[in-house]
């Protein structure tokens, strides 16, 4: 059973820096590609960046040259760098794989 957990959000200014973790269990790892995600209040669950088992990424155009997908398949770990933010990045971030999901972690961006 795949599970997903993730950690590091909070409150930080507009302007300020954060990195997520997602810290798995379960399953290889190694072999999928995986996913953030955010939902914002009100809005639909949108896709933030994917990273493939290779270590190809591909972000969503708002978050380009902002954010950094990252993974550590030897300890299991997918991260999130988010540099640079703005108010808007205000979400709830979920960690993905295939059809397994985190239950999220609160990033708020507010002076």
Not at 11 to 34: E, H, M
Not at 90 to 109: E, F, I, P
């Amino acid at each position: 059973q795949v599970q997903l957990v993730e950690s590091g959000g909070g409150l930080v200014q507009p302007g300020g820096s954060l990195t997520l973790s997602c810290a798995a269990s379960g399953s290889p790892f190694y072999i999928y590609s995986l996913n953030w995600y955010r939902q914002a209040p009100g809005k639909e669950r949108e896709l933030v960046a994917t990273i493939t088992s290779v270590g190809s990424t591909n972000y969503a155009d708002s978050v380009k040259g902002r954010f950094t997908i990252s993974r550590n398949n030897a300890n299991k770990v997918l991260y999130l760098q988010m540099n640079s933010l703005k108010p808007e990045d205000t979400a709830v971030y979920y960690c993905n794989s295939r059809s397994h999901w985190g239950k999220g972690t609160l990033v708020t961006v507010s002076l």
